[in-house]
């Protein structure tokens, strides 16, 4: 795969997390005042899944996007040190 296909791949999962983390985030809020919306409660659940499944992904391709998705065994604070996915792209 060429750097250009890798690169696009690599924008495409990141807005994809971007818009399941948006639904998560809003569903989240909405259950702050209506706890007992099991619809609400089941789209919370789809997204947010939805959100870790995709940030585990981009974790294992590009690089941890947060701290909870650093892969084990490796120095937790060393990925601070690389440059940010937005530095990658220039």
Known sequence: ??????LMEQKKL???IDVVSFAALDAAMFLDTH???EDALKYFDYYNHARNQALAEYSSRFG?????TVPKGV??????SDPWPWEKEG
């Not at 795969?1 to 890798?6: I, L």
């Not at 120095?75 to 601070?80: I, V």
């Open 1 to 6: 795969m060429n750097s250009c296909q890798c």
């Open 14 to 16: 990141r807005y994809y």
């Open 35 to 37: 706890p007992q919306d």
């Open 64 to 68: 941890p996007l947060t701290l909870n």
């Open 75 to 80: 120095d937790f604070w060393c990925w601070a």
